[in-house]
C-alpha cells in the first residue's frame, strides 16, 4: 500500500512514550503560504478560521476545532467553485486543513475519519509534486500506520512503519544540507521509537528493544544525553528489558538515567526542571516494578516512599498513578 500513494496516496510495564508526532508535526515547510489575492475577505475569513481552530486545540476543544475545520473547509470549497481560488490554491490550503483536521480527529480517536483526511492530505500534496520520499510525506504515512495499529490492522502497520524507516535511511544516505539534516535525523528517530512501541505491543521484544537503541542514539546525537527526550527514552528501554527479564541491564539502565536528572537538578543554571522532575517519576515507577519483580520489596518499598514524595510536587497523569496503585496491589507494597 505504501508503495502505491500516488494511486491513493501479558502485563506490561507502563511506557513513557509520547504521543507527539500523532498530533504534532516537526517544523517542516509546507508546499504553500498564505498568498496575496484580490479577493481579501476570502484570505481574511480562511486566516481566521484556522487561528481559531487551532487556539481550540491548544484549549483542548476538539469538538469545536472540529466544527471551525469543517466550517473552513467549506469555505475554501465555495471559494473554489465561485473561482475565487484557483486549483492550485484551493488543493493547497486543503491539503493544510486536511492534515490539522487528521489530527483532531486522532484526538477524539475518530480512527476512520483521520486516515480518510491523512490519505486526502498525502493525495493533495503528491498532486502538488511533493516527492513521496519527502519528510512530509513520511511524516504522515507515521501518522496513518499509528492510526492502523489503533484499529488493529497490525499487518497494514507494521508495512506502514518500515515504509517511514526505509525512506528515511535511504534520504540520509545522500548528501543533505545541515540543516535540513537534522529534521530527517530526528524523524527517523521517531519512526524508529513508535516501531519500537509498536513492536513491544506485539509482542517481539528484542525487535523493540533493537529500534529503541536506534531512536535513543539519534535522540542522543541530536540533543545530548541529558534532554528530557533522551532520558525518556533511556527508560523506555528500561521497560523492554525488565519484560525480557534481563533485569540487571534494566537496572543499570535506570541508574544512569537518575543519575543525568539529579546532576542537572543540582545546577543552579537549570532551566527545564519541570520537565527532568516529571522524568525523575518515570524512572522510579520502572525502579519500582523492577525492584519488585526481582523480589527485592523492601527496596521497591523506599523507592515508592520516595516517588510518593516527589509526586508531592510533580503532575502525572492518571495513567501513571493507576500503574502505581497496580504494582501496589500485585506485589503487596506499602501505602
Not at 467549506?74 to 484551493?90: F, P
Not at 490550503?93 to 483536521?101: D, M, P, T, Y
Not at 539519534?218 to 525518556?232: F, I, K, M, R, W
Request: with cysteine; hydrophobic share 45%.
Amino acid at each position: 500500500m505504501f508503495a502505491s500513494f500516488h494511486r491513493w496516496a501479558t502485563t506490561r510495564q507502563v511506557t513513557n512514550r509520547r504521543a507527539y508526532p500523532i498530533t504534532t508535526a516537526l517544523a517542516f515547510i509546507w508546499p504553500f503560504a498564505r498568498d496575496s489575492d484580490p479577493a481579501v475577505s476570502v484570505d481574511k475569513i480562511t486566516v481566521q478560521l484556522f487561528r481559531q481552530a487551532t487556539q481550540a486545540v491548544v484549549e483542548q476543544q476538539f469538538v469545536e476545532a472540529d466544527r471551525l475545520l469543517h466550517e473552513l473547509l467549506h469555505h475554501l470549497w465555495v471559494a473554489h467553485a465561485e473561482g475565487i481560488l484557483d486549483v492550485d490554491r484551493y488543493v493547497r490550503h486543503r491539503a493544510r486543513v486536511c492534515s490539522e483536521l487528521a489530527n483532531v480527529n486522532l484526538l477524539l480517536a475518530r480512527y476512520s475519519e483521520a486516515e480518510q483526511l491523512i490519505k486526502q492530505t498525502i493525495q493533495d500534496c503528491t498532486a502538488l509534486g511533493v516527492s513521496l520520499d519527502d519528510a512530509m510525506i513520511v511524516e504522515l504515512s507515521l501518522k496513518l500506520a499509528l492510526v492502523f495499529e489503533h484499529v488493529g490492522r497490525m499487518e497494514e502497520a507494521a508495512m506502514g512503519f518500515v515504509y517511514c524507516i526505509r525512506a528515511q535511511e535511504k534520504k540520509l544516505n545522500n548528501p543533505i544540507e545541515d540543516e535540513q539534516l537534522v529534521n530527517e535525523r530526528a524523524l527517523l528517530g521517531m519512526c524508529h521509537n513508535y516501531y519500537s512501541k509498536f513492536l513491544f505491543n506485539v509482542g517481539r521484544y528484542t525487535s523493540a528493544l533493537d529500534h529503541a537503541k536506534l531512536g535513543l542514539r539519534l535522540a542522543e546525537q541530536l540533543y545530548g544525553t541529558d534532554h528530557p527526550n533522551s532520558l525518556h527514552l533511556l527508560c523506555d528501554i528500561a521497560v523492554i528489558l525488565i519484560e525480557l527479564k534481563q533485569l540487571d541491564e534494566a537496572r543499570k539502565e535506570l541508574d544512569q538515567a537518575r543519575c543525568i536528572v539529579e546532576t542537572q537538578l543540582g545546577k543552579s543554571s537549570c532551566q527545564n526542571s519541570d520537565e527532568l522532575r516529571l522524568c525523575l517519576t518515570h524512572i522510579l515507577l520502572q525502579r519500582v516494578a523492577l525492584e519488585a519483580v526481582d523480589g527485592q520489596i523492601s527496596v521497591a518499598n523506599q523507592l515508592t516512599n520516595q516517588l510518593d514524595q516527589l509526586l508531592q510536587s510533580v503532575k502525572v497523569t492518571d495513567r501513571f498513578l493507576q500503574q502505581l496503585e497496580e504494582y501496589r496491589a500485585t506485589f503487596g507494597l506499602e501505602r
